[in-house]
């Protein structure tokens, strides 16, 4: 009976897939997309010029989002929501709206 598996055996193998394991979640792990679409807080006003302007958080127009438009204040630090000008609450900086006017060059 030299295919049973000693305590030892198991313990070894088992440690080595938790090694495996953990390091494939980091390695594979990808930063989670930035929502920024919380409006808890905004007015029922602020929450209509939102929803007039069609705010997305993603933009559909090609070369046109909110890092590109003179209206977009940037977050103190990198990877957070900004804000607007025009818009108020969290603003995506991939996000877009009606009233997009392009930094100039
Ligand atoms: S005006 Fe619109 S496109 Fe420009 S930063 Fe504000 S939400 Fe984004």
Redesign the pocket.
């Known amino acids: 009976m030299g295919d049973k598996l000693s305590r030892r055996d198991v313990l070894q193998q088992s440690a080595a897939l938790g090694t495996f394991v953990a390091f494939g979640s980091v390695a594979c792990s990808k930063p989670a997309a930035l929502a920024c679409v919380d409006t808890t807080g905004l007015s029922a006003t602020d929450m209509q010029v939102r929803t007039a302007?069609v705010?997305v958080d993603k933009s559909t127009e090609v070369g046109k989002t909110?890092l590109g438009?003179l209206?977009?204040v940037p977050p103190p630090a990198a990877g957070s929501c900004g804000t607007?000008?025009?818009?108020k609450g969290p603003?995506n900086p991939a996000?877009?709206?009606k009233?997009?006017?392009a930094k100039p060059a």
Do not use: E, N, R, T
């Not at 607007?84 to 818009?87: A, G, R």
């Open positions: 302007l705010y909110c438009c209206q977009y607007c000008k025009i818009v603003i996000g877009y709206c009233s997009f006017v």
